[in-house]
């Protein structure tokens, strides 16, 4: 719980340095049902720094999802008002890290009974 509210502030601080201390080195990121594949924690650096800064505001909730710790990312793009459904990451974690990230976009919201805006 405790690797997750980290993982969920660096997130909302838009801080990649933070985010990228939480994972281990071989980290790897999927995002099904796309064939993105993301390896290693230099692979996903770029990602993390544009990702976390240019889209705009983050907020995420703790969720869980098959017994793994989660967050669900609410999105305010620069100049809206409403935080809107975005993606939801289910975490495996090893030793203290974050050795693996599988993201799913909104569309898994309403089976999680979540709203669709904050």
């Known amino acids: 719980q405790e690797l997750l509210r980290r993982f969920i502030d660096a997130h909302e601080r838009a801080d990649p340095v ?10 790897r990121i999927t995002m099904p049902p796309h064939p993105l594949c993301y ?3 230099e692979a996903i650096r770029p990602l993390l720094e544009q990702g ?13 999802a098959n017994r793994m710790p989660a967050s669900v990312s609410y999105l305010r ?15 495996r974690i090893e030793g203290g890290t974050i050795a693996e990230i599988t993201t799913f ?10 709203p669709a805006t904050l």
């Open 52 to 64: 976390l800064t240019e889209p705009g505001e983050w907020r995420l909730v703790p969720a869980w």
């Open 77 to 91: 793009e620069h100049g809206e008002t409403e935080f809107r459904a975005f993606k939801l990451d289910v975490l």
């Open 39 to 41: 390896d290693g924690l």
């Open 105 to 114: 976009d909104a569309h898994l919201f309403a089976e999680f009974g979540l």
């Open 18 to 27: 933070a985010a990228a201390a939480l994972a281990r080195e071989d980290i």
